[in-house]
């Protein structure tokens, strides 16, 4: 079951997500969120008795290869006559770029990945950034003030100026951030120079269990009523225009603003 977001109260979450135990079966329910929603998953979690795993989206190279195996299916159907009428082609391909490159390129074009993929952070999802683990070898960092700390030592202003997101993990004892693709080569050659002492630097490929900030129930009650009184009062708006409310309703149910928001 994936949820494009929270629900506003957690009876329709737990209706939605039991669609996944149905005829005795298991499953996982996927519910991307915006950080301005946060608070929900909290309420979801205390009310529910249940707990939540954060996980990061996946990346291009996962897309892209979940996309060529949907593709190489496909030729398993193609009648042999159309294979002999791109035969000719295909040889000319062939002794042009390899056996290998021509079929990549041919599989790429079937799947629509014509342009540069463009890399997007499993931390915060967004496109052109990358995901970077700061590990502390010798302690805990404590507060992500300490890893900045490191971090303005290490690198140029604009560098550091251009981090973004810093959380640290559950353990405290490795930090994570965001940077821009084009800092990579900075970072790339800070992390072969080897002059962090008892600090490593890694490119992050999975998401590790990150430190939640503390969320206060009496706020995000608060935050929730405000919330469905503004939704009742779209509904309410809505309904005086005629045909206008569903329309906008269900615009706004889309998650327009989910860029960046996270699966659990």
Known sequence: VVQTHPPLNYETYIHRSGRTGRAGRKGVCVTFYSMREQYLLKLIEHKAGIKFRRVGPPSASDIVNAAAKDASKTLENIHMDNIDAFREVAKDLIEQR?????????LASMTGYVQRLQTRSILSCFEGNVAVSMINERSSFGSTGHAWSILRRAFSPSFSQSVKGMTLCKDESR???????????????AMKSGSFEGIRLELLKELPELKEDDIDLDSAHDQLRERRAMQRGKWQNGSSNRGGGDRRMSNGSRGNNYRGGHRR
């Open 175 to 189: 930090a994570v951030f965001d940077i821009p693709e084009n800092c990579l080569k900075e970072l790339k050659s």
């Open 98 to 106: 390899g056996p290998e490159e021509s079929l990549a390129a041919a």
